[in-house]
Every structure is written in structure tokens, then in C-alpha cells.
Nanobody, 111 residues
Framework: QVQLVESGGGLVQPGGSLRLSCAAS????????MAWYRQAPGKQRELVAVISSGGTANYADSVKGRFTISRDNAKNTGYLQMNSLKPEDTAVYYC?????WGKGTQVTVSS
């Protein structure tokens, strides 16, 4: 069973950047797709980005060109680089691998 721990969230001004990390335990990380989701207050959880085990990435239209998902299979860690952040990016961001969710990390974009 994989366990996931997100980190890197925080408060940032509009236009700023953050890099989220997802540290995974267990051996299936390197052979599994990894995704980042987010959930804003009062809204449903939505897919932000997904990366295959081989490194193919796909993004939600709302973050294309601003966010980059990546992974380091040797370190069992995934990343989400977020640039040009907007207030509407404010949410709890979750890492997802297989059937497992992390507990999430809060991202707040505000001046």
C-alpha cells in the first residue's frame, strides 16, 4: 500500500510561484501514474494534472502553460511547479497514486 505526503503549500501573492512535492512510500510509485487534484471551498475536487509512469503529462485547461507536473522515480517523489498563480488557484491540493490520496496541502493566492 502506497502512502503519500504532500508539502510545499503556503500563501503567495498573485503572479507568484510555488512548488508542491508528493513523497511516496511503497514500490508501486515508479510504475503508476500520478495526479494532482485540488478542491476549493464549496467546490468539487478537480483534476489539475496527471503524469504517466513514463513521463507523459496532461493538464486541465485552467492551468495549461502555468503549471508543470513532473516526477523523479528514483526518489519516489512527484512535483507540481505552479507559476503565475491566480486567486482562483486557491485550494487544497492533493496527490493521487493508484487508489491512494494524500492528506493535501493548502495553497492560498492572495494579496
Amino acid at each position: 500500500q502506497v502512502q503519500l505526503v504532500e508539502s510545499g503549500g503556503g500563501l503567495v501573492q498573485p503572479g507568484g510561484s510555488l512548488r508542491l512535492s508528493c513523497a511516496a512510500s511503497g514500490s508501486i510509485f515508479s510504475i503508476s501514474a500520478m495526479a494532482w487534484y485540488r478542491q476549493a471551498p464549496g467546490k468539487q475536487r478537480e483534476l489539475v494534472a496527471v503524469i504517466s509512469s513514463g513521463g507523459t503529462a496532461n493538464y486541465a485547461d485552467s492551468v495549461k502553460g502555468r503549471f508543470t507536473i513532473s516526477r523523479d522515480n528514483a526518489k519516489n517523489t512527484g512535483y507540481l511547479q505552479m507559476n503565475s498563480l491566480k486567486p482562483e488557484d486557491t485550494a487544497v491540493y492533493y496527490c493521487h497514486v493508484g487508489y491512494t490520496w494524500g492528506k493535501g496541502t493548502q495553497v492560498t493566492v492572495s494579496s
